[in-house]
Each structure stands twice: as structure tokens, then as C-alpha cells.
């Protein structure tokens, strides 16, 4: 027999960064927040991630301001957080290895200064990367890229006055009267609510499924390497120009490109693979080699340097690369904050303000039209991938 | 490439009887060790040793001179086994000339072992104090003495064999605490001739170099200025809280400790084997009848699928053996595996490791020694949402160093109430450029940066 859990106005599913965020902006907008989680914090794609808050591998357009937006915000929660999240605005290098990929970062970059991204030519890459390899065409720097550390920012988020944090618990339905949400029903007893908000990232699909709703969201696999511990030999997030071409392909096949970065706590962490096969956890080597090759060849030192650990995570794939952020078309009371991809942790911050601000019925700080969960149409097939 | 029948991992007693039985069988065996020798930690030794260090020399002879069936590749770290037709394993061989090297084979044995489990307390970290097998290792495969005075301090029969190698090896040892009190749990052990006449015999060697034996007490902290200086010894309740007043400090500058052992499950975890509860309720590789791990072609045998002891770890290394060259074992063996299997859950119920070795903690405490994660830290962790060990690597680094949390799982595990998740995928430090150097992969150069 389910009992009652003590009702609050918003019932977020997933204790990932993007529910903890936007618990964090529900709670601060002045509403009771449960958070239910099944696993445990951070647990799933926040604790694959390597924490990066990046303008830099965004196009002109809707992603590029949510992420601008969310940079500021995540600034803000920065300062104003008890706990270190560790922070760090160490600024992106992305670097091209050829006359005509650089023209074509070029042209991005100018794409994104007019958007409000803060870009710089670099002629000579090493000299803000004194160790990367000789005879690139050049580079451009984004100082906005930073980092944090998304799980200990996810579990600061959650210790938010107001906010209740379930782990360990399911979300197996919801009670609907009138076609508009009155709990939220979990294995271990119902929520009184008026709102859910599905932020289950990687699995948001089922919880959609299980909402009576449907979505887009398909796994991505993506693998990281992890070295021993080095002084700061790599100061920014460092990237292949490469990139440019293709944050956007939806091929299932293996795709890589090089992307390297020290850590202020000493390893150099190296990414980064992408592949749609599932949620296949079986440890792929060629990909930990291609992953490895690559970043030798961007940082020769990094030979003889040893890889100590790797581990694997689960993008959450939309067919159009963008989030999934809005009230379902269809289950009253039921929102969505899902679908970030890769980057999550970057998005987060903006999608909680904007959860928060729907759910007060306040004025969003931008336009939400491209995230907009019935922008898919149906029958869905991408979600059954 | 040679692609082998068989490639068994571990030279220890379950590697080398699963070797023994399978080229005894025709099989084309190869025995992949981290180990120069032979031996694997029980049987471990130096070159030219005679044995007198040993239990069980002859069974150990027997088993060694089989490896001239088979190819002994003596050295190779395995960083990681890829399941496939054949199974590959990725090793390194060599250690300032370190290179890369694969093995192929069409069916695995995982003999890989354990490791000393330990427990934290205070001081745990100074120099001076070393895991119970660590000691033994010292002696048994350098002929060198930790130290010259010795404290002993854990749970199980293990601690004895290590006490009397510390007083061999001319080490003056000031006590052996054995945090259990064993009772009638013990009695199945005493109806096993060989096991009682082993225990007589250190009894005799305490008794010889008046090491003093003491159970139900415990070492709960270790004190020094930069290295042991003396370690607080309390008698314990029932559940190992220390009793109030029982404290008493010995001056010594070793301490071995040990509360069991931890199998090494990275390679079968690699290789998509299901685990399930060892005889004390912490993972092991689940196997069948025949010794076969729920992945295709790969067997287990030894502490690999439950801590049992070198006996246990022979008669299932020979039954995996049989099984992997796909021949009927003799039933005798069968038996013998059942009695041993029987006398392994005595043991583990004889010398459980209780709740109360939490109350010797201090929140400044280390728990994960390679990030210097305190207890405090810990907790807070625990506090704000981690619910299993790798929840408590992303919220406080336990478990991120070096040692991948092979030093502090088990204590980890303990606090969060979460068995240990043996995911390793890298399970030995591999050099990027050694990794780079097998990249066959077609090129798509095309995925973006993360967040």
C-alpha cells in the first residue's frame, strides 16, 4: 500500500546536476522541493562528466544563449555557494591543425563574438599552451570556458533550504485528475504535487514513458581517460578544431576527436569518444586507444605519461542536439529538463532559472521556443534506439 | 600470433593446478603472472629458496614443475581482458624497459587472487605500519625483517604464520591481537587433520618465541612523530568497540595488520562475469558446478570466487582445468571441494570482521590514503547522497588515487553500507604512448568537446 511522503510543490525526478539546478532555482523562487531520486546523487551522467561550462563548441543560436546565460548564472552560484564547487574560469583553447580548419574556426568564432562570446585569435598556440605540439595553424581562445566540479555543485545545489532530497527511491507513475498531475507516485509512496519535472537526463525517456508522456532521449557512450597526477602542465580545456564540423553528427559509429585538460587537483583528463550502442557499460579498447593517440599527438609529454583509471558515461542524445526544456504538451503539471547531451553541466544552471521561472509563471530570461518538448512530433521512434 | 587454448591468470596454488590439469590434457596452456616467480602470494619466495619459509613446499614443487608443460609468462601485468573469439588480454611486461605485449587465448582461467584486506584506525598511515601480507611478503620473497619490534593485529589464522615469520626473520614480537573471539564456530575447522596439525605447530612457534596471543582484543591507533612509535591495544566488546579503561600503549616500530582478504575482480569484471556474495558477503566472481563464470569460456577458481585458502584454490584451480578442456572431473575432487568449500564458510563465519571498528575512527582519520580523505569528509559525503562507493569517489575522492581504491574499498564499502563495485576498466597503470601504440581504429575525427 503506498503511503504519503509529505507533499511539495514540485517533485523533481533525477539528482544529476540539471534537477539539482533546477530544485536550487524552485527552492530560491520560493517552492517546497522534492527531488527523487533512484540512484543517488550525481550518479548517473553528472558523475561521468567532466564538468566543463563551455561557449566555445557552441554555434550561433538558441544552445549558444542558453549556455552564455547559464555561464552567468553558474558565476553567480560561484560566489554565492558555502561550499567550494571548484570553479575554475581557466578559459578554452581550441586549436586548428590545418590553413582550412582554421578558417573555418575562424568564421565561427566571429559568428560567436557577435552572439556575445568573448573570442581571441592566437597565432601561436604555444605560447598559452607551452608543451602542446609544434606546427599548428593556430588557435582561438575562449576565456568564459570553465569548469566545476559537477558532483560536489550537484550536492551543494541540493542542500538548499526547502529542498528534500529522496535517493534510493523510484518514480513509477503519476495520479492525474482531470488530466492535470496531483502526485507523484514512487515505489515507496505517493507525493502530493502539482508539478513534476522530468531531469532524469540519460533516462529521461522512460520517465517520460512512465509520465505518460514520450521523448526523444537515446544514450550516447563516451569514454575518459584519467592520468596520474602531474604538476599544471595543461592550463585550458585544449580541443581539436575538428570539432567544428561535427558536435552535430548523429551517426551511431564511433566518432572522436581529441579534447585534453589538466585539473587543478593534479590528472590530465582525456576525452573524448561518442558512440550510439545503448547502455552497453563493456570497456571498448580501441576507443581507449584512439582516445590516448590522439591527445599524444596533441601533447607529445603525454607519451610516457600513465593513464591510472578511465570510466564511462551516457550522453543524453536528442535527434536535434538541443535540450529538452518546457511543459509537456500534453500531461498538465508535467515538465521537462532533459536532453543536454554533453553538455549538461554547462546548460544547467539557465534550464533550472527557466523551469523556475515557467513554473512561477514569470517572464523566461530567453526565448524557450527551440527546447520546446513537443517539437518532435510523434510517433517517436529515436526513443525506442 | 599464437592463440592459445588456455591462458590461465595467476601463478598461485588455483593458477598452477589449473594449468597442471589442463596441459596434463593436451591443452596448449599459457600462465600469465604479474609474479617473476611463481608462487603467486601464498607460495612466495626467492629464487633458489629451499622452502624452509613454507607450508605445503612439496605441493608447491609438484605444482611448479608443471609449468614445463606450459608456456609461463612470467612478469606480464594484465591492464585489461577483452572478451572475444579468441579472449585477449592487454598486457605490460618489463618495468624500467616496460612494453606492451597481448596474449590470446581461446578460454580463460581467472586465478588472480586477493589482496590483504585492511581496516582504518588512527596512525594507520605511518610508516612502520604494514598490511599483515605486506610483512609476510617482505620475509618470504626478500628474507628481510620489517622491523625489530613487531605487533600483530587483524583477525583469522592468517596472523599466526605471519607472527612466527616475523619472529624467524628476527623481529621480537610484542603480541598478536585477534579482534574475534573464536567459538564454537571454529569446530568444523578442528575436525580437518590438516588444519589442526598447521595450528598446532604455530602454537609450538608462538609458544617458542613467547609471542603472547590475545583474542577479542584489537591495535586501535597507531602513534608516532613521522613514524611508529607505539600502538593503543583496547580489549573489545562483542560488536569490537573498545571497552572503556582497557587501553594500553606498546612500544614497537612495526604493525602488521590484516582482517582478510579482497579478490582482485577487475579482469572478471572486464570479461562481463556476474558476481555474487563470497562466503563473508563481499563480491566474488559467481561460478557454477564446473568452475564456469557466466561469461563465455572463462572459469574462475581460487580466493578469485571465494576466499578459502590455498587447498580450496588448488581444488578448484584442477576442476576448472578439467572443465576447460572439457573433461569430467574425478568425483573425489568434487568431494574434496565441498568439505573445503564448508571448512572456507567456517572460517569466514569464525572470524567475521564486526561493526565496531568504525567506533576507532576520528573524524581527521584517513580513510582513503592516496587523495587524504578523512573520515569527516566521508561522512558529509554519505550526508549529502552518496549511496554506494563510487558515490563517495564523486562527492569527497575516496577511492580516486592511484591505488583505485583497492586500499580503502572495503572500508569505504563498510561505511556507506554498499558492497565494493570492483569497476576498473584500466587495472594496471598503462604509459599513454603504449596505450596509443595498438590504435588500429578507423579514423572519424568528428565528436565535440563535453561539459
Known amino acids: 500500500m503506498v503511503k504519503p511522503l509529505g507533499g511539495a510543490d514540485v517533485v523533481v525526478v533525477g539528482a544529476g546536476i540539471v534537477g539539482a539546478a533546477v ?11 522534492a527531488v527523487v531520486e533512484r540512484d543517488q546523487v550525481s550518479g548517473g551522467t553528472t558523475g561521468a562528466g567532466e564538468g566543463n561550462l563551455l561557449v566555445s563548441d557552441k554555434e550561433p543560436g538558441p544552445e549558444l544563449d542558453l549556455a552564455l546565460l547559464s555561464l552567468r548564472r553558474w558565476r553567480e552560484w560561484a560566489e554565492t555557494l558555502d561550499t567550494d564547487i571548484e570553479y575554475e574560469p581557466k578559459g578554452g583553447l581550441v586549436v586548428a591543425s590545418t590553413a582550412a580548419a582554421l578558417a573555418s574556426l575562424t568564421a565561427l568564432a566571429e559568428g560567436q563574438r557577435a552572439a556575445g562570446v568573448e573570442t581571441a585569435a592566437v597565432a601561436d598556440p604555444r605560447t598559452l599552451e607551452p608543451h602542446l605540439r609544434d606546427g599548428t595553424a593556430g588557435a582561438v581562445h575562449y576565456p568564459q570556458d570553465s569548469q566545476v566540479m559537477p558532483s560536489l555543485a550537484a550536492a551543494e545545489l541540493l542542500r538548499r533550504p526547502g529542498i528534500t532530497v529522496h535517493t534510493g527511491l523510484t518514480l513509477t507513475g503519476l495520479t492525474l485528475t482531470g488530466g492535470k498531475i496531483t502526485a507523484a507516485v514512487t515505489d515507496a509512496g505517493t507525493i502530493p504535487t502539482g508539478a513534476v519535472v522530468n531531469a532524469a537526463g540519460t533516462w529521461a525517456a522512460e520517465v517520460a514513458a512512465r509520465c505518460g508522456s514520450e521523448l526523444p532521449v537515446a544514450p550516447r557512450r563516451g569514454f575518459v ?34 579534447v585534453v585538460e589538466g585539473t587543478a587537483a593534479g590528472p590530465v583528463l582525456i576525452g573524448a569518444s561518442r558512440e550510439r550502442v545503448g547502455f552497453d557499460k563493456t570497456v571498448s579498447v580501441p576507443v581507449l586507444r584512439r582516445l590516448a593517440a590522439q591527445a599524444v599527438e596533441l601533447f607529445p609529454f603525454l607519451t610516457d605519461v600513465q593513464v591510472m583509471r578511465a570510466y564511462r558515461g551516457f550522453r543524453p542524445y536528442t535527434p536535434d542536439h538541443l535540450p529538452i526544456i518546457g511543459a509537456d504538451e500534453t500531461v498538465g503539471g508535467l515538465w521537462h529538463a532533459c536532453g543536454h547531451e554533453g553538455a549538461g553541466v554547462g546548460l544547467a544552471a539557465a534550464t533550472g532559472l527557466l523551469v523556475a521561472q515557467g513554473l512561477t509563471g514569470g517572464k523566461p530570461a530567453l526565448d524557450t521556443a527551440a527546447f520546446r518538448p513537443g517539437r518532435f512530433g510523434r510517433p517517436v521512434e529515436e526513443a525506442h534506439a | 600470433m599464437t592463440v592459445y587454448d588456455i591462458a590461465v591468470i595467476g601463478a598461485g596454488p588455483a593458477g598452477l593446478a589449473a594449468a597442471e590439469t589442463a596441459a596434463a590434457r593436451g591443452a596448449r596452456v599459457a600462465v600469465v603472472d604479474a609474479a617473476e616467480h611463481p608462487g603467486g602470494q601464498f607460495y612466495r619466495h626467492r629464487p633458489g629458496d629451499d622452502g624452509s619459509r613454507h607450508h605445503h613446499w612439496r605441493a608447491f614443487t609438484r605444482l611448479r614443475d608443471a609449468l614445463k608443460n606450459v608456456d609461463h609468462l612470467a612478469g606480464h601485468r594484465v591492464w585489461h581482458a577483452e572478451p572475444g573469439e579468441p579472449h585477449t588480454l592487454h598486457c605490460l611486461v618489463g618495468h624500467a624497459d616496460e612494453r606492451p605485449t597481448t596474449v590470446r587465448a581461446q578460454h580463460l582461467i581467472l586465478a588472480t587472487g586477493a589482496h590483504d584486506r585492511s581496516l582504518p584506525f588512527p596512525g594507520w598511515d605511518l610508516p612502520g605500519v604494514l598490511t599483515a601480507g605486506g610483512a609476510q611478503a617482505l620475509w618470504k620473497g626478500h628474507g628481510l625483517t620489517a622491523g625489530a619490534r613487531a605487533v600483530v593485529a587483524g583477525t583469522g589464522p592468517f596472523l599466526l604464520p605471519v607472527a612466527t615469520g616475523l619472529a624467524a626473520s628476527g623481529a621480537t614480537v610484542h603480541g598478536v591481537f585477534d579482534a574475534n573471539r573464536p567459538d564454537r564456530r571454529v569446530l568444523p575447522l578442528a575436525t580437518d587433520p590438516a588444519r589442526a596439525i598447521e595450528a598446532a605447530g604455530y602454537a609450538a612457534a608462538l609458544l617458542r618465541h613467547r609471542i603472547p596471543y590475545r583474542t577479542g582484543h584489537a591495535v586501535i591507533a597507531a602513534h608516532g612523530d613521522g613514524r611508529l612509535e607505539e600502538v593503543t591495544v583496547a580489549r573489545l566488546d562483542r560488536d569490537w568497540r573498545p571497552l572503556p579503561g582497557t587501553g594500553r600503549t606498546i612500544t614497537c616500530d612495526t604493525l602488521a595488520t590484516g582482517y582478510g582478504f579482497t579478490p582482485q575482480l577487475e579482469l572478471a569484471v572486464h570479461l562481463g562475469c556476474a558476481l555474487t556474495e563470497g562466503f563473508d558477503g563481499t563480491p566474488v566472481a559467481a561460478v557454477d558446478a564446473a568452475q564456469a563464470t557466466t561469461a563465455p569460456r572463462v572459469w574462475a577458481a581460487g580466493e578469485t570466487c571465494g576466499v578459502g585458502g590455498a587447498t580450496l584454490a588448488i581444488v578448484t584451480g584442477a576442476l576448472a582445468g578439467y572443465a576447460a578442456t572439457g573433461a569430467r572431473p574425478p568425483a573425489s575432487l568434487l568431494r574434496r571441494r565441498a568439505r573445503q568449500r564448508r571448512l572456507a564458510a567456517a572460517l569466514a563465519a569464525a572470524w567475521p570482521v564486526r561493526d565496531g571498528w568504525k567506533s576507532w575512527l576520528t573524524d581527521d582519520t584517513l580513510i582513503c590514503r592516496c587523495e587524504e580523505v578523512p573520515h569527516s569528509r566521508v561522512e558529509q559525503a554519505i550526508a549529502a547522497g552518496a549511496r554506494d562507493t563510487r558515490g563517495l569517489k564523486l562527492l569527497s575522492r575516496t577511492g580516486m588515487g592511484r591505488c583505485q581504491g583497492r586500499v580503502c574499498g572495503y572500508a569505504a ?16 597503470p598503462v604509459r599513454l604512448g603504449d596505450l596509443a601504440a595498438g590504435d588500429t581504429a578507423p579514423i572519424h575525427p568528428r565528436a565535440g568537446a563535453d561539459t
Not at chain 1, 592520468?227 to 551517426?251: C, F, Q, W
Open chain 1, 23 to 33: 530544485a536550487y532555482e524552485c527552492a530560491t523562487a520560493g517552492l517546497t522541493v
Open chain 1, 225 to 258: 581517460l584519467v592520468t596520474e597526477p602531474l604538476p599544471r602542465m595543461i592550463r585550458h580545456k585544449v580541443y581539436s578544431a575538428d570539432y567544428v564540423a561535427n558536435v552535430a553528427a548523429g551517426t551511431a559509429g564511433l566518432e572522436t576527436s581529441p
Open chain 2, 413 to 428: 564499502a563498510c561505511l556507506v553500507g554498499a558492497p565494493e563495485r570492483p569497476d576498473r576498466p584500466i587495472a594496471q
